[in-house]
């Protein structure tokens, strides 16, 4: 167990629909990653959060959104649902996220399937 | 441009024997670290070892050591007496010290333990 939580563990959802993906992050950690891991694509960095405020930008949608709230747990909003977004999405952490060369340590990841 | 590469798609190997997991790397920065996750089929990341750029020594964790090669750029997992439950999806991934980056991830490796 990596200390890191996500919920819910499984999601099945319809196009066009939008869903809110949860993590906790480990106790400590002030940084918090997503990723999004398709068959095609790979594991793909999506955003990260580091106390509170946005810190790096990847490959992530417009129609995508996340938050990290002052407790630290954070939000990824993902809206207007495609079968494309059909995805395991990780949530990560590490302590700091200063950087990218702290561990970043993962929850077991939230299953979308959009129908 | 950043890059990591990961050559063996899959790979079977008895149980008890060693395995080298291939890992290579491109990139101009010199603060860099390495990392290795290992995925089983229930599907979270566990983190297995670290590596950092300025370490002359190669790092181990039980079973785990990497093989750092730091003129050729590559950074191969080992795992000694391979057990069934080493049976997995390996993924080698490189963050950077000095600038506030994405950690970018190879294409996994999938190791299969024969009894």
């Known amino acids: 167990d990596s200390g890191v939580t996500q919920t819910p563990k499984h999601l099945i959802t319809a196009t066009g629909q939008r869903v809110t993906l949860r993590c906790s992050p480990r106790?400590?950690?002030?940084?918090v990653y997503w990723y999004q891991q398709s068959l095609d694509q790979g594991l793909q960095f999506l955003i990260q959060?580091?106390?509170?405020?946005?810190?790096a930008k990847g490959n992530i949608l417009e129609r995508f959104s996340a938050q990290q709230f002052p407790d630290l747990h954070s939000e990824l909003n993902l809206s207007s649902l495609e079968l494309g977004d059909s995805a395991l999405y990780f949530c990560?952490?590490?302590?700091?996220?200063?950087?990218?060369?702290?561990?970043?340590?993962f929850g077991p990841g939230t299953r979308l399937t959009v129908l | 441009a950043q890059k990591i590469t990961q050559t063996q798609p899959g790979m079977f190997v008895q149980e008890k024997e060693a395995v080298t997991l291939d890992c290579t790397y491109d990139?101009?920065?010199?603060?860099?670290?390495l990392f290795w996750y290992k995925q089983p089929s229930s599907g979270e990341m566990i983190f297995l070892i670290y590596?950092?750029?300025?370490?002359?020594q190669n790092a181990t964790e039980g079973r785990y050591s990497l093989n750092f090669q730091k003129a050729r750029k590559s950074a191969n997992l080992v795992i000694s007496a391979s057990q069934l439950g080493d049976s997995a999806m390996y993924f080698c991934a490189m963050g950077w010290g000095n600038r506030d980056d994405k950690i970018i991830f190879g294409k996994g490796t999938r190791l299969h333990i024969l009894p």
């Open positions: 106790s400590g950690d002030l940084s």
């Open positions: 990139t101009s920065d010199q603060s860099y670290g």
């Open positions: 959060y580091y106390n509170g405020e946005e810190r």
């Open positions: 990560a952490s590490s302590v700091e996220g200063r950087r990218n060369t702290d561990t970043q340590y």
């Open positions: 590596q950092g750029s300025y370490d002359e």
